[in-house]
């Protein structure tokens, strides 16, 4: 999964993925100097573990659960940015899965998460133990982390703002129009899923859309599905509309789709790239 953030005149972008113990990362929003500088990050801080419990769990979507936790006493302090994610865990395990916040920094009570139902790994614990589980199931959540998406300053220059997410990509992308940060921009929001059946908070477009945000549902696979919107790949169907010159882009989503999103940007040189990702 890559979360990025790309500005004109720098692209600042954070890659999730690789061992889900390096969790130390770093979002610039610095111009860079050299075409592309990638920076590998060491070990972060450690997970300072809490004991908590699921508060509810619904479908949200085909392969994908709504989640709430309420977090700790204190904990919701450090989480002020949009971008920034969790360590999850049954109490006492070894491995944990990480996970964005879909919830706005703004809105106080439970931790929102939208959490896709994958089996586990050899790097991963997978999720099928919190997916699977009702109201009221024991775990673990570290403490806050990461510095999520960096936009203050990165944004001066541009007018437009273009909003990329795939999947369970979505949750830190909502949680980037929720806490109203883009309000002064011109935000498009091109969200990608294979079927509309696997496309979470359906219900919350209407909401999105009184934000200023124009919303623009892609699906991949429509065939015998009935659906009426557009098709093929977010990349695609941005480059078609057209890429506002001055604009920046915030992406989550699989490797695929952000390569694709920055081959656009380098189309119309929306910028630089400096990219921080997990060793």
Do not use: N
């Amino acid at each position: 999964v890559t979360l990025a953030l790309l500005g004109l005149g720098s692209v600042a972008a954070l890659q999730l993925g690789g061992s889900a113990r390096s969790h130390a990362v770093q979002l610039s929003g610095a111009r860079a100097q050299s075409r592309t500088s990638r920076v590998i990050c060491g070990w972060g801080p450690d997970p300072v573990w809490s004991a908590l419990e699921v508060g509810s769990i619904k479908d949200a979507a085909e392969g994908l659960k709504a989640i709430t936790i309420k977090p700790a006493d204190g904990a919701a302090d450090a989480f002020t940015v949009a971008g920034q994610y969790v360590q999850i865990r049954e109490p006492g395990a070894e491995k944990a899965g990480i996970f964005a916040i879909a919830s706005s920094p703004t809105k106080a009570g439970d931790f929102e998460f939208l959490i896709k139902e994958q089996p586990a790994s050899e790097w991963s614990p997978g999720t099928g133990w919190l997916t699977d589980a009702k109201a009221g199931l024991a775990l673990e959540m570290s403490q806050v982390m990461g510095p999520g998406f960096k936009i203050d300053g990165v944004l001066d220059d541009v007018d437009s703002v273009l909003l990329f997410a795939v999947g369970s990509g979505i949750s830190p992308i909502r949680s980037v129009m929720e806490s109203k940060v883009l309000k002064d921009k011109k935000v498009t929001l091109y969200y990608g899923s294979q079927t509309p059946d696997k496309m979470a908070y359906k219900e919350r477009i209407e909401e999105w859309k009184g934000l200023g945000v124009e919303v623009v549902c892609v699906v991949s696979q429509p065939d015998g599905t009935g659906w009426k919107g557009a098709t093929g790949y977010v990349q695609d169907v941005a480059k078609e509309a057209g890429v506002p010159k001055k604009s920046a882009m915030l992406i989550c989503g699989m490797k695929g789709m952000a390569e694709g999103v920055k081959e656009r940007s380098e189309e119309r040189r929306v910028g630089k790239e400096c990219r921080s990702r997990w060793s």
